[in-house]
């Protein structure tokens, strides 16, 4: 019943910043872990950041921390990623999607975990 539209990606030289958005329509985003993940061809889809429903819960790849940040606004139903110092080793097609178990964090870095995703939105950094 909730639907997930991702912006904000583009073509952005190494050192730059990107900021993604995520907005959900449905009256049960504020129930959800909300997570970021990233793809690109060849590899799995790998766990980039996740939300509580409270923001009282942050998680990170180790190799984005410092340098991503992931915040969520339940009024306006909408999740952000602020991704600063971009590298190539960044570019990838990035999915937002909402954990399947409301109220839950279980596994929040499993994409098998969550159950509702966004179309993806492409994140090229140049060198």
């Known amino acids: 019943q909730v639907q997930l539209v991702e912006t904000g990606g583009g073509l952005v030289q190494a050192g730059g910043s990107l900021r993604l958005s995520c907005a959900a329509s449905?009256?049960?985003?504020?129930?959800?872990?909300m997570g970021w993940f990233r793809q690109v061809p060849g590899k799995e889809r790998e766990f980039v950041a996740a939300?509580?429903?409270?923001?009282?819960?942050?998680y990170y790849l180790d190799s984005v921390k410092g340098r991503f940040t992931v915040s969520r606004d339940n009024a306006n139903n909408t999740l952000y990623l602020q991704m600063n110092r971009l590298t190539p080793e960044d570019t990838a097609v990035y999915y937002c999607?909402?954990?399947?178990?409301?109220?839950?964090?279980?596994?929040?870095?499993?994409?098998?975990?969550?159950?509702?995703w966004g179309q993806g939105t492409q994140v090229t950094v140049s060198s």
């Open positions: 999607a909402l954990h399947a178990s409301a109220r839950s964090a279980l596994h929040y870095n499993d994409p098998r975990q969550y159950g509702t």
């Open positions: 449905g009256r049960t985003f504020g129930s959800y872990t």
């Open positions: 939300i509580t429903r409270s923001s009282s819960g942050i």
